[in-house]
């Protein structure tokens, strides 16, 4: 099913729910929302256009609308509540009409959708379209969380191959100095490239869970955290975080990543069970972490990833998404551990991308991916 057949269908169900005649969206070709429905509307538009370049469309079962900006300068939903008016007109649909539209469209295009007689009402039919991933966009994100992966693999091959000097920093940079912050940035962003995608700025390197400045020499024994989060041509991303230790003494966050491991499996569990939740996957998570001792200083975060790094996941079934499953573990005296990873939940299970192992060993890391099937 095309992402044009998915919201088509999406977009007939809420309307028949709701007794409305259309669905509509405004906003700029920037906005995830917007790009989302140029791929339905079969549209090529880039999304690097200008912030205020406003696109306006609309979908019936039978309808599909697209207006921009006119040379008489109208507004494209002024335009399009005309031309709707006539398309449904011209399928024995009466008037007036009633459309659908996402509660965060702008006010004006409201103000020029009710002047030609439209009544609007606010619907989350194109968040719930935007949850459930087609085939194709599940290829997308797999491309992107594949080069998220091999940056991965790069940053930790470097950390494998430097050593600690008698300060506790990191040496095996550039001219066999200090190895920083930057150096490792730099590494990972390289490869991301080198798989056909964009970092986009957005791979961070922390220590303490604060993300660390460009040229910040990187310890040694402490656990570094790598968040790699790439965008493939297509605008869809992957996402991935690993909690790398160079020369550790197997203390406190051996025992974190224990925990994370065993969460992480957990949580696959549960939501390849009957009806989970995303607040129910964040919960098992928890206590999973918990299980293993740690009381204080704990996150989880499931979010859906697509468009945008962290979306709105959904509120009732997680069947057809790809969630991102985020838990860190602070130490009792600094330091953080932390992992995230993608789950594609099907109508048969859960199951993780294929990714690095959930380990604190960069030889590890760097040696070659992991998949749980």
């Not at 999304?47 to 309808?63: K, L, Q, V, Y």
């Not at 008698?166 to 991301?192: F, N, S, Y």
């Not at 974190?256 to 009957?274: K, M, P, T």
Request: glycine fraction near 12%.
């Amino acid at each position: 099913m095309s992402v044009r057949e998915h919201l088509q269908a999406a977009v007939t169900e809420a309307l028949t729910d709701r007794d409305a005649d259309a669905f509509v969206h405004v906003g700029p070709t920037t906005a995830p929302e917007t790009r989302y429905c140029l791929q339905a509307s079969g549209s090529h538009e880039r999304a690097n256009g200008e912030p205020h370049h406003t696109r306006a469309m609309a979908f019936t079962p039978d309808i599909l609308l697209q207006c921009g900006p006119t040379a008489d300068g109208r507004h494209p939903a002024e335009t399009l509540a005309d031309r709707l008016e006539t398309c449904l007109a011209a399928t024995g649909t009466d008037g007036p009409y009633t459309v659908l539209t996402p509660r965060t469209i702008p006010h004006d295009a409201v103000c020029y959708l009710e002047e030609t007689g439209v009544s609007v009402t606010a619907s989350d039919v194109l968040e719930r379209a935007r949850a459930v991933k087609t085939p194709a966009e599940r290829a997308r994100i797999a491309h992107a969380h594949g080069a998220a992966t091999t940056g991965l693999e790069r940053g930790a091959a470097l950390l494998a191959a430097a050593r600690v000097d008698a300060d506790g920093l990191l040496r095996g940079g550039r001219d066999g100095g200090p190895l920083t912050a930057t150096d490792l940035r730099l590494a990972v962003d390289e490869a991301v490239v080198r798989a056909g995608t964009y970092p986009f700025a957005n791979t961070q390197v922390a220590v303490d869970g604060t993300l660390l400045p460009g040229e910040t020499d990187l310890p040694g024994g402490t656990p570094i955290e790598i968040s790699v989060t790439p965008r493939e041509p297509g605008g869809y991303y992957g996402s991935l975080t690993r909690t790398v230790v160079v020369d550790g003494d197997g203390g406190w966050e051996r025992r974190a990543a224990v925990a994370a491991e065993a969460a992480f499996s957990s949580v696959r569990a549960y939501l390849s069970s009957d009806g989970p939740t995303v607040p129910g996957a964040e919960g098992d998570l928890e206590a999973e972490i918990r299980a293993f001792g740690f009381e204080e200083g704990i996150e989880t975060e499931v979010t859906g990833i697509g468009l945008e790094p962290r979306e709105t996941p959904p509120t009732e079934d997680v069947t057809g998404s790809v969630l991102r499953v985020a838990a860190s573990v602070a130490g009792p005296g600094g330091g953080r551990v932390g992992l995230a990873d993608l789950v594609v939940c099907n109508a048969n299970g859960a199951r993780r991308l294929e990714g690095p192992p959930l380990s604190l060993e960069p030889e590890a890391l760097a040696g070659g991916t992991t998949d749980d099937g």
